[in-house]
T-cell receptor, first 108, second 118 residues
Framework: EDQVTQSPEALRLQEGESSSLNCSYTVSGLRGLFWYRQDPGKGPEFLFTLYSAGEEKEKERLKATLTKKESFLHITAPKPEDSATYLC?????????FGTGTSLTVIP | GAVVSQHPSWVICKSGTSVKIECRSL??????MFWYRQFPKQSLMLMATSNEGSKATYEQGVEKDKFLINHASLTLSTLTVTSAHPEDSSFYIC??????????????FGPGTRLTVL
C-alpha cells in the first residue's frame, strides 16, 4: 500500500538550533516528492520538488534531500518566522499522497 | 509565477443555502485542479480531482450532489456547497497543476476559503 509518513509530528527548536524533518515513503514508481510549508489559516506554499535519489534543493535556511526511501528537510539556524507546518507529498502515477505534516515551532 | 487565487477568502452563510467558491490559476493553465478540505490541526483531505472539460472524480465518501465541481476553463474551477449545514463548516483549499516552467507535476495551492455555516 502506498504510504507517506512524516516525523516527528511536532518539533520545538530554539532559535539557531538546526534540525531535520523526515518524510518516508513506500510507493511504487515515484515520479516526484514535494515539500510545502503551511501557516495557520493559509494554503500550503510550495517549497521544493525532488525527482531522483541524490537530488538536493536549497532555499534560504532550508535544504531538501531525497533518497530511495525518504526525504529530509534540513533547517539550518532556524528563526521564529520558520515556525509552520511542513508537509511532504509524493506523486506516483497520477496520484498524490500527502503526509500528515510536522508542526515546527522555533522559540526566540 | 504559479499563483493560484481563491474567492472568497471567508464566507458565513445560513444553513440550507448554497455557497460557491472560485479557484483561479493566474499565470498558468491548470489542466488539473484539486479540491481539499482541512479540519483544524489535521492534514489535507482530498475531496475531488477535476480536469478541464471533464467531470470531476470524487474521493470515496464525498457526496458529489452536495459538492458540485465545475472546471469550465483552464484557469477556473468552482466548488459549490449545496444546501450547506453546520457540519460543512471547514477550510476549503484548491490547488492547480499544469505547465509551469519545466514541470507539470507540482500542485500549487490557493490561500483557502473558510466556510462557516450557521
Amino acid at each position: 500500500e502506498d504510504q507517506v509518513t512524516q516525523s516527528p509530528e511536532a518539533l520545538r527548536l530554539q532559535e539557531g538550533e538546526s534540525s531535520s524533518l523526515n518524510c518516508s515513503y513506500t510507493v511504487s514508481g515515484l515520479r516526484g516528492l514535494f515539500w510545502y510549508r503551511q501557516d495557520p489559516g493559509k494554503g500550503p506554499e510550495f517549497l521544493f520538488t525532488l525527482y531522483s535519489a541524490g537530488e538536493e534543493k536549497e532555499k534560504e535556511r532550508l535544504k531538501a534531500t531525497l533518497t530511495k526511501k525518504e526525504s529530509f528537510l534540513h533547517i539550518t539556524a532556524p528563526k521564529p518566522e520558520d515556525s509552520a507546518t511542513y508537509l511532504c507529498a509524493v506523486l506516483t502515477g497520477n496520484q498524490f499522497y500527502f503526509g500528515t505534516g510536522t508542526s515546527l515551532t522555533v522559540i526566540p | 509565477g504559479a499563483v493560484v487565487s481563491q474567492h472568497p477568502s471567508w464566507v458565513i452563510c445560513k444553513s440550507g443555502t448554497s455557497v460557491k467558491i472560485e479557484c483561479r490559476s493566474l499565470d498558468f493553465q491548470a489542466t488539473t485542479m484539486f479540491w481539499y478540505r482541512q479540519f483544524p490541526k489535521q492534514s489535507l483531505m482530498l475531496m475531488a480531482t477535476s480536469n478541464e472539460g471533464s467531470k470531476a472524480t470524487y474521493e470515496q465518501g464525498v457526496e458529489k450532489d452536495k459538492f458540485l465541481i465545475n472546471h469550465a476553463s483552464l484557469t477556473l474551477s468552482t466548488l459549490t456547497v449545496t444546501s450547506a449545514h453546520p457540519e460543512d463548516s471547514s477550510f476549503y483549499i484548491c490547488s492547480a497543476r499544469g505547465q509551469t516552467g519545466s514541470s507539470t507535476d507540482t500542485q500549487y495551492f490557493g490561500p483557502g476559503t473558510r466556510l462557516t455555516v450557521l
